[in-house]
Nanobody, 122 residues
Framework: QVQLVESGGGSVQAGGSLRLSCTAS????????MGWFRQAPGKQREWVAY????????AVVDAVKDRFSISQDSAKSAVYLQMNSLKPEDTAMYYC???????????????WGQGTQVAVSS
């Protein structure tokens, strides 16, 4: 099993930035795909970004790809979500998740963190 812990959420004004962190422990060799997801109040959870840890290849959803980026620190078993130019519509609970291979299967991530709240005010 992989344990994931997110941090870095908070309240920020529109236009600001936040960097979310996710630290993995346990069977981290099984977490070749690390993803970020978000769920806004009253909405379904949506995929935001993923990173394939063996190569660092990333993907970010089109809606935020010009503002968000994902990166890793392999030595720390950590992935980060850098969020710039934040908008009120980015307000959501952000979750870190992992799966073994096939990162594009965003509906099938099987280890999840507890989430970190991001609130963006106008």
């Amino acid at each position: 099993q992989v344990q994931l812990v997110e941090s870095g959420g908070g309240s920020v004004q529109a236009g600001g930035s936040l960097r979310l962190s996710c630290t993995a422990s346990g069977y981290t060799n099984k977490a070749t795909c690390m993803g970020w997801f978000r769920q806004a109040p009253g909405k379904q959870r949506e995929w935001v970004a993923y990173l394939y840890t063996p190569t660092g290849v990333t993907a970010v959803v089109d809606a935020v790809k010009d503002r968000f980026s994902i990166s890793q620190d392999s030595a720390k078993s950590a992935v980060y979500l850098q969020m710039n130019s934040l908008k009120p519509e980015d307000t959501a609970m952000y979750y870190c998740a992992s799966r073994w291979e096939s990162c594009f299967l965003v509906q099938q991530y099987d280890s999840w963190g507890q989430g970190t709240q991001v609130a963006v005010s106008s």
